[in-house]
């Protein structure tokens, strides 16, 4: 698409800050008003639309796309939103451990522990742990705990957290990734260290480098989002 615009600005709405195209506010995918809760983060969607050359590169407007769906799928049913997150809990990768006696056991117990120990001293909650991958549920209550903290989120923080979920299939990494002062890099690598062990052994495969790589610009961008959403 050829780019049809020549001013990027953000101006005030009754429901936050928007992004204006030549004055003209812009809406989401759905439809709807593309209205955030900061200007910091308006100034970076602002960003992206500036970073455009005379073709729209679709797949520049990260930001753009999680505000997008935190509006038109999230803002509706949060209660839906948490449903979808629970299974990250649910199958958290985190718990799942291999053997003892495995070289492997050693780096996920240095790695993954203390994550999960600050996230049940944080959110009052237990994680159960297993060596395999056979499947151990999740207390009742741990589960009932944590649907009532992820539905409690704002619409925006939602959005990031399923994303940073979805790409390292842990809801403790995720919740993790919130805090303040969290480390993107450092929470990514703990979540991608069987992969990451795996390459230390027999070297990286270009298309799993280049994924790799990917995923993460793709979890630092969520965290950057959930944290420009809370500025103001």
Known sequence: MKRFYREVSVGEAASGFQVLLDGRP??????????VPSRALAEALAEEWRAQGDEIDPKSFVLRDLADYAIDRIAPDRAAAAARM?????????CYRADPDEPLFRRQQELWEPLLQAAEARHAIRL??????????????TLARLRELIENLDPFTLAALETLASLTASLTVALAALEEGSDPDALFAAANCEQDWQAE?????ADAEADRTLRLETFRQAVRFARLARQG
């Open 86 to 94: 629970l299974p990250f809990a649910e199958t958290d990768t985190l």
């Open 201 to 205: 052994l027999w070297g990286w495969d």
């Open 26 to 35: 812009l809406r989401t995918q759905s439809g709807g008003a593309q209205a």
């Open 128 to 141: 159960e742990r297993v060596s395999g991958i056979i499947h151990r549920a999740q207390p009742p209550e």
